[in-house]
């Protein structure tokens, strides 16, 4: 079976392009390659032309998916194994490669109805590096891919099958949580390269919202508590406290976006080595703080994710 590789970009459609330019470039300090025709914006964070197209479409929600294979023979594997699980396939048009800046692009949707697509053969940019508006250190990408999503899907076991068995990805571990008395629910993280996962999700039909939040992982810690204060100086709300994950051992917080979901950034996150890597299940978030600073999007309490 043929794998995606890593999470390439993701789509956002938002209300308020003002409030994003400015919040992604002087809070998260990803960087403008780009203004579309369309009024959407190109931004980077590292060698790609860029990890996230910003539309002006109003859903204040997550627009599409972007998973990466290796080539094109890659793609055409996994279209394959898309259509033999009874998945409608489209090839992307000259146009749509076009506006995404990839050689090859295949779309199609998750069990969820989430707009998803897999491409090869990303624009890159070495001979222009990167560099934040922000004085940090810049992300960790490369192999691992642009960083980590969560999303509520409508049927967990439905979401399960599918990117495991279809798009070849593995299963990191499960958090079960009990956020109040009788309240129980279960996030499945995934993983797709040696980023502990890419993808997580939380069973919840018919959300709101899909999108609890994404996350992006800087080089260094001081990145991480420059930021932390930045918020605050800011009054950008911080939904979640400082704190240090049970499951990646991620230390990070999260913020509140323009759109209202949120933003987790982080540092130190443990890795997945397959030939090793045990399955495990664990009944706490947080090894030590992520206090939940406001209500969460779907109601579903953020710090479970």
């Known amino acids: 079976m043929i794998s995606v590789s890593q999470l390439g970009y993701l789509g956002l459609s938002v209300s308020d392009m003002a409030a994003w330019e400015q919040f992604a470039t002087t809070v998260l300090g990803l960087a403008v390659n780009e203004h579309a025709d369309d009024g959407s914006l190109y931004l980077r964070m590292d060698e790609y032309h860029h990890r996230f197209l910003v539309h002006p479409t109003g859903a204040d929600d997550l627009a599409y998916i972007g998973w990466e294979v290796a080539d094109e023979h890659a793609l055409h594997a996994v279209a394959d194994q898309l259509g033999a699980a009874g998945v409608e396939v489209t090839p992307g048009t000259p146009e749509e490669r076009a506006i995404r800046r990839v050689a090859g692009l ?26 934040s508006p922000r004085p940090i250190s810049g992300f960790k990408t490369g192999e691992q891919g642009l960083g980590h999503f969560v999303i509520l899907v409508n049927d967990a076991e439905q979401s399960i099958n599918f990117y495991r068995d279809v798009l070849g990805m593995r299963i990191s571990d499960y958090v079960h949580i009990t956020p109040a008395p009788g309240t129980t629910f279960q996030a499945t993280f995934f993983h797709c390269n040696p980023r502990h996962h890419s993808l997580a999700f939380i069973e919840a039909p018919n959300p709101p919202k899909r999108l609890n939040h994404f996350m992006l992982q800087t080089q260094s810690l001081n990145d991480v508590g420059s930021t932390y204060y930045l918020c605050q100086d800011q009054d950008v709300p911080i939904t979640m406290s400082l704190g240090r994950h049970t499951n990646d051992h991620m230390t990070s917080f999260y913020m509140q976006t323009p759109s209202g979901f949120a933003v987790e950034y982080g540092w130190g996150a443990r890795e997945v080595d397959d030939t090793t890597w045990q399955v495990q299940m664990h009944t706490s978030g947080s090894i030590w703080g992520h206090v939940r600073r406001t209500a969460s999007l779907g109601g579903v309490a953020q710090e479970q994710a």
């Open 106 to 131: 295949i779309r199609f949707q998750d069990p969820s109805g989430i707009p998803s697509e897999i491409f090869y053969g990303p624009l890159v940019h070495f001979d222009k590096p990167f560099q």
